[in-house]
């Protein structure tokens, strides 16, 4: 399967624990954007990256936050310190260029924070 | 800034109904990309079309079509005689990467 992979599909964190997603972008692909939906609501982006550069975060929460794609290995969007309101499906999506093609999704992450 | 407007929240047709999901951009680009993405209650996101912003004809494939003007900066989306499996929620993200707030529709028999 050639697509972009997420792991974990479901994620439990308790309130305080840290939160890591992961998402390895389609083959060729050195884009990746990761967006939020949270229950009963759209898309909201978050951060958009390149291989070791962050492009545009003007969608992530200022505090707790954070997103990395390094040169070798997976995006990592990593929450600290999660709260319950962090509890969403997390969708990362891949492009070989930026924004004129198609987002290629993952499944998304479904984070719980008990 | 770029701003996205999907006007209906929810709608609920009846099988075989035709039914118009409307989208609404803001953008300063003079060229861009127009998409429509689906997201069945499996969660999963499905892409559905691009099309790009120079090229203004309407666009068909089997039940749905694409009517995408320039001059309003509407790029509404139409399944003809709907089915239960279009039940979703569809997203419009005309300008590549921010969405619309998705529209839900409920197709029942």
């Known amino acids: 399967n050639a697509g972009v992979m997420q792991n974990p599909r479901h994620l439990v964190r308790r309130r305080g624990q840290e939160a890591r997603l992961r998402c390895s972008p389609m083959k060729g692909h050195s884009h990746v954007y990761w967006y939020r939906q949270l229950p009963e609501e759209g898309l909201k982006f978050m951060v958009y990256?390149?291989?070791?550069?962050?492009?545009?975060e003007s969608g992530m929460p200022k505090e707790r936050f954070s997103a990395e794609f390094p040169k070798e290995g997976p995006s990592i969007l990593r929450i600290q310190q999660v709260v319950r309101g962090d509890s969403a499906a997390y969708f990362c999506?891949?492009?070989?260029?930026?924004?004129?093609?198609?987002?290629?999704f993952g499944n998304g992450t479904r984070l719980t924070v008990t | 800034a770029q701003k996205v407007t999907q006007a209906q929240t929810e709608i609920s047709v009846v099988e075989k109904e035709d039914v118009t999901l409307d989208c609404v951009y803001e953008?300063?680009?003079?060229?861009?990309?127009l998409f429509w993405y689906k997201q069945p209650p499996s969660g999963e996101l499905v892409f559905l079309i691009r099309?790009?912003?120079?090229?203004?004809q309407n666009e068909i494939s089997g039940r749905y079509s694409w009517n995408f003007q320039k001059s309003t900066s509407s790029f509404n989306f139409t399944i003809t005689a709907s089915q239960v499996v279009d039940s979703a929620v569809y997203f419009c993200a005309p300008l590549g990467v921010t969405f619309g707030t998705g529209t839900r529709l409920q197709v029942t028999l």
């Open positions: 953008t300063r680009d003079t060229t861009y990309y």
């Open positions: 099309r790009n912003s120079f090229d203004e």
């Open positions: 999506a891949s492009s070989p260029g930026q924004g004129r093609v198609s987002l290629h």
């Open positions: 990256l390149q291989k070791e550069n962050i492009i545009d």
